[in-house]
């Protein structure tokens, strides 16, 4: 199983990123997929998650800025990021889990690499 994420980069604060995570190796429709971040010091934190029947959950420092969707026919989990803030400056990393709880609770089968997001003030 393989999780590629891609996307992120330096935007100033107030813009949008949108980062994607390519999956392979499993059955996409079968797992839950979510996007976590982490602050080098700090520990890694849950951000958004998607389900194959489109049932979202989100961190309440996100809720309304960010979006999380799935393309299946693509095997991708994308993180719409807007209205970004300095303080959400991290490492971002997808996940799979055939398990949502248990996905949300970092305790995912699948991890991917991490993309840099930076946000400047």
């Known amino acids: 199983v393989q999780l590629q994420a891609s996307g992120g980069g330096l935007v100033q604060a107030g813009g949008s990123l949108r980062l994607s995570c390519v999956a392979s190796?499993?059955?996409?429709?079968?797992?839950?997929m979510a996007w976590f971040r982490q602050v080098p010091g700090k520990e890694r934190e849950f951000v958004a998650s998607?389900?194959?029947?489109?049932?979202?959950y989100y961190a309440d420092s996100v809720k309304g800025r960010f979006a999380a969707f799935r393309d299946e026919d693509k095997n991708t989990v994308y993180l719409e990021m807007n209205s970004l803030k300095p303080e959400d400056t991290a490492v971002y990393y997808c996940?799979?889990?055939?398990?949502?709880?248990?996905?949300?609770?970092?305790?995912?089968?699948?991890w991917g690499q991490g993309t840099l997001v930076t946000v400047s003030s």
């Open positions: 996940a799979a889990d055939d398990r949502g709880p248990r996905l949300r609770a970092g305790r995912a089968d699948y």
């Open positions: 190796g499993l059955t996409f429709s079968n797992y839950h």
């Open positions: 998607a389900s194959w029947s489109w049932i979202t």
